[in-house]
């Protein structure tokens, strides 16, 4: 099935520091990556919306200049989460929607395994 | 904008006991996914609903797209320990696979040997 790989899957940081989360389709190609953030036990609330070779799309309430969304190629997007502060803790979860065709499949959008950054 | 609501939010069961879940939307969904999360984790795809009153078996999962456009429902029967995560029941408003989507709330689940 298709892979999506999210890196690093735990990161601390020093308040201030500014911290990048890589999100790869490794055997697809996506168009359009999204960005989640998930507090415990709560839903996943969508950030961002980045498409391959544009500007991403925030949902509102979310800091563009906070969280830098970058979707250079079709199989990679990062998200850079800058001048982290303690409230940025969060599990932040990239997803990607694959192009038509392939994968094969009904279903086209796959979830990474996620971040915890934790910022001290 | 859509909303989600689903429930229960969590529930303790003993092992082999059945369980049902559901969510109920504001607005007409034109897809249904049911997704369950293990700590640390990403969500895991376990069925996808196009049609509605469309019913779907995975294993011991059983869900239902509802008539209406604005529900649908999580079976697992024979609950066992590794069912233990966090469901969530996401929707997409979109005619097609690529809209973005609206998840739930969640359902927390436990179940004791």
């Known amino acids: 099935g298709a892979v999506v790989s999210q890196h690093p899957s735990r990161v601390i940081c020093k308040s201030g520091t500014s911290v990048k989360i890589e999100c790869r389709s490794l055997d697809f190609q996506a168009t359009t990556m999204f960005w989640y953030r998930q507090f415990p036990k709560k839903s996943l609330m969508l950030m961002a919306t980045?498409?391959?070779?544009?500007?991403?799309?925030?949902e509102q309430g979310v800091e563009k200049d906070k969280f830098l969304i970058n979707h250079a190629s079709l199989t990679l997007s990062t998200l850079t989460v800058t001048s982290a502060h303690p409230e940025d803790s969060s599990f932040y979860i990239c997803?990607?929607?694959?192009?038509?065709?392939?994968?094969?499949?009904?279903?086209?959008?796959?979830f990474g395994s996620g971040t915890q950054l934790s910022v001290l | 904008g859509q909303q989600l609501n689903q429930s229960p939010q969590s529930m303790f069961i003993q092992e082999g006991e059945d369980v049902s879940m559901n969510c109920t939307s504001s607005?007409?969904?034109?897809?249904w996914l049911w997704y369950k999360q293990d700590p640390g984790e990403g969500p895991v795809l376990l069925i996808a609903l196009y049609k509605a009153g469309e019913l779907t078996s995975n294993g011991r999962l059983t869900a239902q797209f509802g008539i209406t456009r604005k529900d649908s429902f999580l079976n697992i029967s024979a609950s066992i320990p590794s069912d233990v995560g966090i469901y969530f029941c996401a929707g997409r408003a979109g005619g097609t696979s690529y809209g973005k989507l609206t998840f739930g709330q969640g359902t927390i689940l436990t179940v004791h040997p």
């Open positions: 607005s007409i969904f034109n897809t």
């Open positions: 997803s990607a929607r694959a192009r038509p065709g392939a994968p094969a499949t009904n279903e086209k959008l796959f």
């Open positions: 980045s498409n391959e070779g544009s500007k991403a799309t925030y």
